[in-house]
C-alpha cells in the first residue's frame, strides 16, 4: 500500500467514524434504549466499528 492510499485509507475511515457518531447521538432515546445503546457511548461504538476493537 503506497503512502497515498494509506491517507485516502485513514480519510475515509475519519469520515466513516464521524458519520457514525452522528447518527448514533441523532437516535431518538426509545430507539437507542431499544437496540441497548446508551448515546453518551456514541463515540466508543462508532471507533469499534470503523476501526475494530
Known amino acids: 500500500m503506497t503512502f497515498f492510499d ?3 485509507t485513514a480519510i475515509r475511515q ?3 467514524y464521524r458519520r457514525t457518531v452522528a447518527e448514533l447521538s ?3 432515546n426509545d430507539i ?3 437496540l441497548n445503546i ?5 463515540r466508543q461504538i462508532a ?3 470503523v ?3
Open 51 to 53: 476501526y475494530g476493537a
Open 6 to 8: 494509506q491517507i485516502r
Open 38 to 42: 446508551y448515546q453518551g457511548d456514541a
Open 26 to 28: 441523532r437516535l431518538p
Open 14 to 16: 475519519r469520515l466513516a
Open 47 to 49: 471507533h469499534r466499528a
Open 32 to 34: 437507542a434504549l431499544d
